[in-house]
């Protein structure tokens, strides 16, 4: 049976999200919110965490995983960032991005794309995924929470708790959040290639 944590989406209470980190330490599959959507997570580190999340999408090894992390420091860690990725990234982060990079050493293979060896990186702009990342001593493995056969992520942190209370640990209901997927922008060729137009704004991105 998942927990459940109501945390402010402004003012999060600090005890619950130290809870919430307590719980992803210990192998916990999360639903947690983003600027986006709702999505599930668990510790890069966590291979069987890992496991279940792909169990709970019907994921396989051709699926783009992305990891979300707090800071420049952290993304350079586990993404190869040139200067014209390192200048984008830094100027629309955080924010409702992700950006498709070669993957360094550091990231296990598990979490890059079978095929090109990439990974994507996002650092959302909501306070309590933040305040998750600023307390985690790691990224998160993240994907949106899509249920297999839906196109629409789950919106309602109750919808959430009744569909998935037997397959994830922890809900963490920070109010209703509506689904607008991101804006992926990828870095795998010389120039950036925008994957998908979301959310994110692109103005004048091509001469950043």
């Not at 992390?69 to 586990?78: G, L, S, T």
């Not at 598990?110 to 650092?123: D, F, N, P, T, Y």
Request: charged residues 25%.
């Amino acid at each position: 049976m998942a927990q459940y944590f109501e945390i402010h989406p402004d003012n999060p209470q600090l005890r619950l999200i130290h809870r919430a980190v307590d719980l992803l330490n210990e192998g916990a599959v999360i639903a947690y919110p983003t600027d986006s959507s709702y999505a599930l997570a668990c510790r890069i580190d966590d291979k069987k965490s890992l496991e279940r999340i792909q169990k709970i999408r019907l994921l396989d090894d051709q699926h783009n995983f992305t990891l979300v992390c707090r800071n420049m420091a952290q993304i350079a860690k586990f993404a190869r960032l040139a200067n014209q990725a390192h200048r984008m990234v830094k100027s629309l982060t955080p924010g409702p991005y992700t950006f498709v990079l070669k993957a360094t050493r550091e990231l296990p293979k598990r979490l890059q794309h079978a095929k090109r060896k990439s990974v994507g990186i996002r650092i959302p702009d909501h306070k309590v995924a933040l305040d998750l990342l600023e307390n985690l001593d790691a990224p998160l493995f993240s994907t949106t929470l899509i249920l297999p056969g839906e196109t629409d992520a789950l919106e309602m942190p109750w919808e959430i708790r009744e569909q998935l209370e037997h397959h994830i640990d922890l809900v963490i209901d920070a109010g209703y959040i509506p689904y607008e997927p991101t804006t992926i922008i990828s870095f795998l060729e010389d120039e950036p290639e925008v994957f998908r137009h979301g959310k994110g704004e692109l103005v004048d991105f091509i001469q950043t």
